[in-house]
């Protein structure tokens, strides 16, 4: 079975400009979650989808938003990049929602913002 | 439940025992995790263990839970060269937000 993966790999943008990440889940999981990591430092929690809906939204600016499609799959949008953004951002799916569900990590995109 | 710590560095030979250590300030925290990040990677999932217990065993991996001292502790038997990465600690209260803490890079000396 396929594990998260996620598209691009790795990205570099300019500041100002906007950027599409895409995740999708294990088959079968239906929660997504995002997170930032910034080097040196642990994932920091951005958002989490469950059918559909947000379910969880961590310390992040409006700038930062998400959605989840019909088959689970998920979009993070960051608009108006600062230099700040540059980190890998981790995509992680679980079977449902809760701290019982373990989540499995994708292998993350590389943002760098010049 | 946001202030997950760990020491940053550990290094030991192989072939000895390694123990990574964590603490979390949420005494509430029903779940609390393992994961191992190798470079450039992402985060994979080691073990779990849930709140009502103080021990859990897998293979080489062994976890340690103090609730009254809100510790959390991993212990790797016979470490290997391939066990070197960063580990991290993370909790959940429930919700649906995990908390990490800063990772453990563990070095193992052949």
């Known amino acids: 079975d396929a594990g998260v993966t996620q598209s691009p790999t790795h990205l570099i943008k300019t500041r100002g400009q906007h950027v599409t990440l895409r995740c999708s889940p294990i088959s079968g999981h239906k929660s997504v979650s995002w997170y930032q990591q910034v080097l040196g430092q642990g994932p920091q929690f951005i958002f989490q989808?469950?059918?559909?809906?947000?379910?969880g939204r961590g310390n992040f600016p409006d700038r930062f938003s998400a959605r989840q499609f019909p088959n689970y799959s998920s979009e993070l949008n960051v608009n108006a990049l600062l230099l700040g953004d540059s980190a890998l951002y981790l995509c992680?799916?679980?079977?449902?929602?809760?701290?019982?569900?373990?989540?499995?990590f994708g292998p993350g995109t590389r943002l760098t913002v010049l | 439940g946001e202030d997950v710590e760990q020491s940053l560095f550990l290094s030991v030979r192989e072939g000895d025992s390694s123990v990574i250590n964590c603490t979390y300030t949420?005494?509430?925290?029903?779940?609390l995790y393992w994961y191992k990040q190798e470079p450039g990677a992402g985060l994979q999932l080691l073990t779990y263990?849930?709140?009502?217990?103080d021990m859990k065993q897998d293979q080489r991996l062994t976890v340690l839970l103090n609730k009254k001292d809100k510790h959390l502790s991993l212990r790797i038997a016979d470490t290997q060269t391939g066990d070197s990465a960063i580990y991290f600690c993370a909790e959940s209260m429930g919700s649906n937000q995990f908390y990490f803490g800063t990772g453990t890079s563990l070095t193992v000396i052949p």
């Open positions: 992680a799916s679980s079977a449902g929602v809760g701290g019982g569900s373990a989540q499995y």
């Open positions: 989808y469950y059918e559909k809906e947000e379910r």
């Open positions: 263990i849930f709140s009502n217990m």
């Open positions: 949420d005494s509430s925290s029903t779940y």
